[in-house]
Every structure is written in structure tokens, then in C-alpha cells.
Nanobody, 127 residues
Framework: QVQLVESGGGLVQAGGSLRLSCAAS??????????MAWFRQAPGKEREFVAT????????YYADSVKGRFTISRDNAKNTVYLQMNSLKAEDTAVYYC??????????????????WGQGTQVTVSS
């Protein structure tokens, strides 16, 4: 089992930045062997893919809506994955979820490709 805890969400003005963190713990395969991702769910909408990173950190993939503004990274020594969000827009307002153990065909963009999920952290961007 893997436990994921997100942090770093909050209220920010449009154009601002936030950095989300997702700390992993638990038994089983080590964190460094998991592909990781961020998803988000806005009010009244379905959860959608944001970004994913391979277990080595050498490969990343982004949703078109965040490409060039968000950066996913990981620190395997700290069992943590990050999402740096710049140039935030009101439409980025959502609960952001961390997901672990992606598998199947790269890029891992589907919710069904991940085994473990965090509880989410709220990001609110005021316009």
C-alpha cells in the first residue's frame, strides 16, 4: 500500500504561482519505481489529467491547457513529486490530486492507469 499526501494548495491571484507537493509513504515497491501524476477536478466537472512523470524523471507529459506554465518534477530521495504552477489562471481553480504507480502505455494520462491516489489539495485562483 502507498499513502499519498498533497500539500501546497491555497488562494492566489491570477498570474501568480504555487508549488504543490505530494509525499509518498508505505510498503511495497519503492517510490522511485513509480510513475507519478497530477490530476485536477474543478467544481461541476470531471477529474482531468494535468501532468505525468516517469519513475526516473526523464520523461514528462502535460495537458495542453497547462503546457508551458506547469512543471512536474520529483525527488526520489525525498519520496516526493512536485507541481510548479506559474501564470495561474482562474480556470486552473480545482482540487489537485496526486496519483502513483502509473502503468500501461506511455504517456499515462488516464485515471485508470494509476493505482494510488491522494486526498487532494484545493487551488483557488482569483481573477
Amino acid at each position: 500500500q502507498v499513502q499519498l499526501v498533497e500539500s501546497g494548495g491555497g488562494l492566489v491571484q491570477a498570474g501568480g504561482s504555487l508549488r504543490l507537493s505530494c509525499a509518498a509513504s508505505g510498503s511495497g515497491r519503492t517510490f522511485s519505481r513509480y510513475a507519478m501524476a497530477w490530476f485536477r477536478q474543478a467544481p461541476g466537472k470531471e477529474r482531468e489529467f494535468v501532468a505525468t512523470i516517469s519513475w526516473t524523471g526523464g520523461n514528462t507529459y502535460y495537458a495542453d491547457s497547462v503546457k508551458g506554465r506547469f512543471t512536474i518534477s520529483r525527488d526520489n530521495a525525498k519520496n516526493t513529486v512536485y507541481l510548479q504552477m506559474n501564470s495561474l489562471k482562474a480556470e486552473d481553480t480545482a482540487v489537485y490530486y496526486c496519483a502513483a504507480d502509473g502503468g500501461g502505455s506511455w504517456p499515462f494520462r488516464s485515471e485508470s492507469q494509476y493505482k494510488y491516489w491522494g486526498q487532494g489539495t484545493q487551488v483557488t485562483v482569483s481573477s
